[in-house]
């Protein structure tokens, strides 16, 4: 959790007594070598006095004040999932608190998020919902994005083995191949900024930040120092660099660049010269061009930045957005000019000085944009720059999920930039289902990494729609087989889970369900030998047979009932694990019926949790009735205790003569005679007749 600004400069050293009535067990604060800065700095601004500093002071280390919250975390004693989202409503509704959320460093289980203090700085990484893109994909080194810029710094430690040296170049007096690139901008260094949003490695070594794709390439295409181009001369030395990098993108297959800079229309330089050859050089290009919508705060509609507002099929112009979910003030916006709003306030990055740096623009919007686009080529590298573009703007977060009309408003896709939302697009398969859409697995090609964490998406837009829908169902077999899942999370968005959803996936240790799911399907964890336990909410009224099979007698807790549906199957716990009804495990003592299983078994039904136990092979005996069976063995009715029952026809004869049941006295086939049935129809029959040899 964060405090807001006025309990953060309070520096108050919080205690269990402070969280008394959420039961907590720890209080740690993440930042309090941090707020020993702030005090450090504040106290040498008052006094003028930088001893001590110097060095913070000369890296650009220097903590920012304004922006700087005490980040606790916090331990509870109950850490089941509900109790964690009950405990966030109660501390969001403290004056102290800013922002409250579940501790994400535990879903990282496969890719380690980082623990540098500059991290927990980048808002964006939950705003636009990266945690969970990232378990689908971190991206990969087959992937590279041009960072069409003043160049990057490629000796920082964040940025270190991040770069595609062969496609490194400076194109500010031809094109000279720079294995390792500078960044000339002064200051922060404008392209080190970008660089390190797009792809900064995750885990460096030291303090620092995440990028958005940590594990693509990024190809330095120097084309100014965007710090000091300020007059007409500079820029137009900087369009003729522009069109020799996109030449260069080109030929070398750099199929998306970032281009955080720009200039106005009316700018007293610029003519329609310069504009028509720039959108020529653009529109030549066959990759995904991302385009800063840029920051002079007015209507990009009718005063136009280029080469933002070139209408391109293969362009995307970005605004910025808050933390907040608010244009940015300084931002241009445009129903018609600007296609969508992302993170673009207070940006944390690395620095060309080996440090990070806070900043905020159109130029740090942009490159979100970038690494999203750069995460979905790494999952699919089949896709064209027109799809990527339409997946992302299918997929922003609009006015329902909280984004201000001032986003809403003023952009073609009417909404902010959603990762998760835009790669669930890409990896998952689809269908329609009633009230929205079925998740039937992964597409095609793509495989999770090992060890991984799957959250499933809400809603989203998949490739063939241009609407957002809810996902509310899992198909048959969306999942069977998939062992490298070891933790899987269903929204609340989904009702009903297929047959052999999760069949077989050895490796999962964790699910949680939806609070919404009404039905699962016969054999959906059949084989899940790894699962810890298994939590089925209230709202569950119908689980068909051998859904938990072979589970490894993991224990199932079914909340809120004191005794489970009638609707539930009578074999829905086939291999007889624990069941708990309210907490407390069922005994089976508040009586059974005797029931018959299928032709080959019969046990006792659990009245409270329908649990069948005592299994027995029928005993047939008279009357015996023959039954007409078109396939398989001849069989015969019988009587058992539990009631009628089918037995297989017993019957001798010498070879080539006919034979005849002892029993019921049909004839036994002897292969003379044969019919063949098409194996379909077969098929067919024996899934609704089962035999005595075994459950089929």
Known sequence: MALNKTATMKYKQYTLEDFSDIGCISVEDMTKATADIIKQQIEAKRTHNWRGLEERQSNQMLVDVDEFRTIL????????????????????????????????????FANPIPTPTYYNFQWPVQKISLPNAWDLSIGKNTVVVGVMDSGIQGTHPDLQGRLATNLCADFTTGTTLTPNPTDSASGM????????????????????????????????LKINDPDTATNGTQLTNAISSIHRAITFATNNQIRIINCSTGYRASDSWATSTHRSTLQTAIQGYPGLFVAAAGNEGWNNDTNHIYPANFNLPRLISVGASTSSDSRLSNSCYGAISVDLFAPGENI?????????????????????????????????????????????????????????????????????????KAISAIAFKTSNASGGISI?????????????????????????????????????????????????????????IGSSAFKNCTGLTTITLSNNLTSIGAYAFEGCTNLNELHIPYSVTNISKDALRNTNNIP????????????????????????????????????TILIKLNDALHGYLCNKCRT???????????????????FGMPRHFASCICGTVLAPCIGFAPPGQQAYCIYCGQPIDNLINRVYYDFDEMIDYLEQHSHTCCDH
């Open 189 to 220: 260094g404008h392209g080190t900024l970008v660089a390190g949003i797009i792809g900064a490695q995750r885990d460096s070594g030291v303090p620092g930040i995440t990028g958005v794709a940590q594990n693509i390439r990024l190809a330095s």
């Open 348 to 420: 944390y990055s690395a620095n060309k000085n080996g440090g990070y740096s806070s900043a905020s623009g159109t130029s740090l919007a942009a490159p979100h944009v970038a690494g999203v686009a750069a995460l979905m080529l790494s999952i699919d590298p089949t896709l064209s720059a027109e799809t990527i573009k339409a997946v992302i703007l299918n997929n922003v977060d609009k006015a329902a999920d909280g984004v201000s009309t001032s986003i809403t408003n003023n952009c073609v896709s009417g909404g902010r930039l959603n990762a998760f």
């Open 440 to 496: 039937d697995g992964f597409t095609n090609g793509y495989t999770m990494p090992n060890n991984s964490n799957l959250v499933l998406p809400d809603r989203f837009a998949p490739q063939v729609s241009t609407e957002q829908q809810n996902v509310v169902a899992i198909g048959n077999s969306a999942f069977t087989n998939q062992n490298q899942i070891t933790q899987i999370s269903i929204p609340d968005s989904v009702t009903s």
């Open 73 to 108: 975390c916090l331990e509870l004693r109950e850490t089941g999932k509900e109790n964690v989202l009950r405990a966030i409503k109660q501390l969001e509704k403290r004056e102290d608190v800013l922002l409250a959320n579940p501790d994400y460093f535990v879903e990282f």
């Open 612 to 630: 069948v136990t005592s299994k027995a092979a029928h005993t047939a005996g008279p009357p015996y009735t023959p039954f007409d069976s078109p």
């Open 556 to 591: 199932i807790y079914i909340n809120g009932r004191e005794s489970v549906p009638s609707t539930f199957d009578v074999n829905w716990n086939s291999s007889g694990n624990p069941v708990y009804l309210n907490g407390s495990l069922c005994t089976h003592n508040s009586g």
